[in-house]
């Protein structure tokens, strides 16, 4: 006769073990944590199990128990409980923070997804958990930080193991910390300045390649631009955007202009408006550089059409002794080691000492999280090729009606963080 204490159990798909863990780091219990980490035998790790309903990890746990209260008080003499929220205890958010540094420094997967597809810094922030929240920015710049160095590391052993079969720089990641392993695992989206996702729009999917891109067809709409799968090169609520970014860059008539992109020409419409004395356009797309020629941008008086990669271009003109008082950068569908390449080797050839650069900033725009870690990724990296930046903020309209007909939204963060950016003193 089946025992009703354990009828239905085995229709339940729960691990008692993850359990433990899942309770403990919602309790805060930091000692407890690390008993059941360190006698935690499956090959999983198990800083990252995850509740099978909510999709809590232990990180989410912890930041879920921080949570602030909701207390309910009587309204007068009605019987409806009025509701007021409450902020979280300094004791509460104290166990809070140590637990989340315990989880990552044993490999806790920073931008680990639940149910509702938030990460435990979304979850934070929609809490109003600051102080949590900035200790998973800093995991996620940490976490972005190695990847993009080991990327680094895998390049050059393939450049000094040219002719024989390519083999990863597994030495360096073994001897990387788990944590650090872990996050690197864990981060499966690759930021494209608008080069990118955003008209270097991020790319978040495998097929959204450069090389794929290019021999893409495209579809030119009244406000959009699309790739064959439907993917948003680039998208008329970018305007206002454009126009300041232009206008930063060209505070007056007369400067030598290079733009990186063409795109819908909207960038390079306000740089005409702005009589540069000239105006360099690179674009890679057979398409967009039809439709430019269609349109007579190359008759444009001062106007010069690079057909081709930047990475082909920029050296000849660098070469060529070719120098800019300003330079945009808004690519399609190439990687952030892209952009940091472009940063570090080719604008310093190519700007003048009292020059300013830009680029179109979508990277992480599909995630408030993701767009914050990579600002401060971008800062550190511009500041080690020798760069300053200054950011604007500048609000995003409702966008909900932008992305029918497109394949995925680009952006969600509610406010574009504008660069400028010049050479440092």
């Not at 702005?274 to 020629?293: F, N, Y």
């Not at 070469?319 to 952009?339: K, L, P, Q, R």
Request: charged residues 30%; glycine residues 8%.
């Amino acid at each position: 006769m089946e025992d009703p204490n354990t009828a239905g159990i085995g229709s339940i798909d729960v691990d008692l073990d993850n359990q433990e863990i899942l309770l403990a780091a919602s309790q805060h219990d930091v000692p407890k944590l690390r008993e059941l980490i360190r006698s935690n035998q499956k090959e999983e790790n198990p800083a990252n199990v995850k509740d099978p309903e909510t999709g809590y990890s232990p990180l989410h746990a912890a930041i879920a128990a921080c949570e602030p209260e909701t207390d309910n008080v009587t309204n007068g003499d009605t019987t409806e409980p009025a509701t007021h929220e409450q902020e979280s205890s300094p004791e509460t958010v104290d166990g809070g923070v140590k637990t989340v540094k315990f989880l990552l420094q044993e490999g806790a997967i920073w931008n680990d997804l639940d149910a509702n597809d938030d990460t435990p810094g979304c979850l934070a922030r929609r809490l109003g958990l600051q102080e949590l929240y900035q200790l998973m920015v800093d995991a996620g710049v940490r976490a972005e930080l190695l990847l993009n160095r080991l990327e680094g590391y895998e390049q050059l052993e393939d450049e000094e193991d040219e002719g024989e079969e390519n083999v990863v720089n597994t030495t360096t990641e073994e001897e990387a910390t788990e944590t650090e392993k872990t996050e690197v695992e864990a981060t499966t989206w690759c930021p494209e300045t608008t080069t990118g996702e955003t008209e270097e729009h991020n790319v978040q999917d495998p097929s959204v390649s450069n090389d794929n891109y290019l021999s893409s067809g495209l579809t030119f709409q009244e406000s959009r631009l699309l790739d064959a799968d439907k993917n948003g090169v680039m998208m008329a609520w970018e305007t206002d955007i454009m126009e300041k970014s232009a206008k930063g860059l060209l505070p007056k008539p007369g400067l030598k202009v290079l733009n990186i992109g063409h795109g819908m020409g909207i960038v390079d419409g306000v740089i005409q408006s702005l009589e540069p004395s000239a105006h360099h356009i690179i674009e890679a797309h057979p398409a967009v550089i039809a439709d430019m020629k269609s349109k007579g941008w190359h008759e444009k008086t001062g106007v010069t059409i690079h057909e081709g990669k930047w990475q082909d271009i920029l050296p000849k003109l660098a070469a060529d002794g070719v120098m800019f008082d300003a330079i945009y950068y808004d690519t399609f569908a190439e990687s952030y080691a892209d952009f940091r390449d472009f940063a570090s080797e080719h604008v310093i050839a190519l700007l003048e000492p009292e020059g300013r650069w830009s680029f179109f900033n979508g990277m992480g725009a599909d995630r408030q999280i993701s767009y914050d870690v990579y600002q401060k990724v971008v800062e550190m990296d511009m500041l080690e090729a020798g760069f300053d930046v200054d950011w604007t903020e500048i609000a995003v309209p409702s966008l909900d009606s932008e992305w029918d007909g497109v394949r995925r939204k680009y952006w969600v963060v509610d406010n574009y963080r504008l660069p400028m950016c010049t050479y440092l003193d």
